[in-house]
């Protein structure tokens, strides 16, 4: 991976689409809505569509991106850069109806953080936005991102969750996960629409995610966590490209894919190698607990092969954008909760 330095350079490592990301878009016809396209991974998911169909002279085809897009400036770049953008309230089944038909639909909406404060509102978000798109859209094939935090916590000297596993997991926010499912698998089973559960588990770009939170820890001497004591991770390229490629896995009934790493990163490790590459002593907390959110990727290196960005390539990555006070999105990932509380 090249030296990514700016938010530009960023972006455009994230929305850079694979050969795999082509053949799909070779082999799938019609236009793609990307809903919920205003959070962490949706612009550079659908940006990854449209260079993809530029790339193989599909100009005729539209990539929508439809989202409450709060910031304008956020509508304006996926605009630069040859998306439609819709601003919608998922919630109004009137907005939802009038959104532009589509074969192919990647749902991206949905809440996490706050649960504990409004509970209710993320189960509105999780499960009755999912029935007001099921039901709009139950023509077009389906992948929904749902999260690895389905499964209950597993013994770190286990295989990790696998995918026929029963969905027992902690927590309001998990929970609601599993509900988002179970509305999407009852459409797909009432009016046949091709769905898949795109489980993913620790995207990571430079702003986010796990390894952000362990180098910042690190680099502004606070104490790391290290109770949950292993993780696994996936560049967010890479989890993008699975999901676009996933539109050519959508079954009925529904089939589900855990999206993330094979290997397991030790959070203590994870600081320690931030400790030698930052310079920074790593102030450790905590001792490992027997148990985590750990999960069997098996199946989507069996479609996909593996990532195309290495755990050591994320790493370096990340501290270098630490180091130089490269920008963060402010949203901790809180992977040292376990019991499901965010």
């Known amino acids: 991976m090249r030296p990514l330095l700016t938010e530009t350079d960023l972006e455009d490592e994230l929305s850079r689409p694979t050969p795999g990301v082509l053949d799909t878009l070779r082999n799938l016809g019609g236009d793609i809505l990307v809903l919920g396209a205003g959070g962490k991974m949706g612009p550079s998911l659908a940006r990854m569509i449209r260079r993809g169909m530029d790339e193989l002279g599909q100009q005729d085809r539209t990539v929508y991106a ?27 089944r009137a907005s939802v109806q009038a959104l532009p038909d589509a074969p192919n639909v990647i749902f991206m909406a949905g809440q996490k953080f706050g649960t504990q404060a409004v509970p209710e509102l993320t189960w509105v978000m999780n499960t009755l936005v999912p029935a007001i798109v099921a039901e709009r859209y139950a023509s077009s094939r389906i992948v929904v991102f749902s999260t ?14 696998q995918e026929d596993d029963v969905l027992t997991p902690p ?6 996960c599993v509900g988002r499912e179970r509305i999407f698998t009852h459409f797909s089973q009432e009016k046949g629409t091709p769905v898949l559960m795109f489980r993913l588990s620790y995207a990571i770009d430079l702003r986010y995610g796990v390894l952000h939170d362990v180098a910042s820890q690190v680099m502004k001497g606070e104490p790391v966590d290290v109770t949950m004591g292993q993780a696994n991770v996936i560049w967010q390229g890479d989890a993008n490209a699975r999901a676009i490629q996933c539109l050519e896995r959508t079954s009925h009934p529904p089939c589900a894919l855990n999206v993330t790493g094979l290997e397991r990163v030790s959070i203590r490790w994870l600081a320690e190698r931030f400790s030698d590459l930052l310079g920074k002593e790593a102030i450790i907390t905590g001792s490992e607990g027997p148990n985590a959110w750990l999960f069997d990727a098996s199946r989507s290196y069996a479609w996909f092969g593996p990532p195309t960005v290495s755990l050591e390539e994320m790493v370096a990555a990340t501290a270098e954008w630490v180091r130089q006070g490269g920008a963060s999105l402010g949203k901790p990932t809180h992977f040292e909760s376990n019991d499901g509380k965010f």
């Open 148 to 161: 690895a935090c389905v499964y209950p916590l597993v013994p770190t000297s286990g295989p990790g969750s």
């Open 171 to 176: 927590g309001e926010y998990a929970n609601s």
């Open 66 to 92: 439809a989202s409450r897009f709060t910031s304008p400036s956020s509508m304006d770049e996926l605009k630069s850069h040859g998306v439609k953008t819709i601003a919608c309230d998922l919630l109004d």
